[in-house]
């Protein structure tokens, strides 16, 4: 079942938001970035207000057992 918010194509505004964000002008015009990775994920929603998680289908870490 695919949900509301699945991104199937590269073509979705979403997707190109966050492809900008590769480029140090766009992340520096918005003051947002990208945090990769189950641990810093983690890290980073201890201290910052976080606008939104992505995450892969296929891998779904359990983000309460990292430390």
Sequence with gaps: MQH???I???A???AHGWFALAKRSERDRTARFIIE???EVQRA???LDIAEII????YEPDFRSTS
Excluded: I
């Excluded at 995450?55 to 296929?58: A, E, G, I, K, Q």
């Design 4 to 6: 509301p918010y699945d």
């Design 8 to 10: 199937e194509s590269t």
């Design 12 to 14: 979705n505004d979403r």
């Design 37 to 39: 990775g189950a641990r």
């Design 45 to 47: 929603t201890a201290v």
């Design 55 to 58: 995450v892969c289908p296929d």
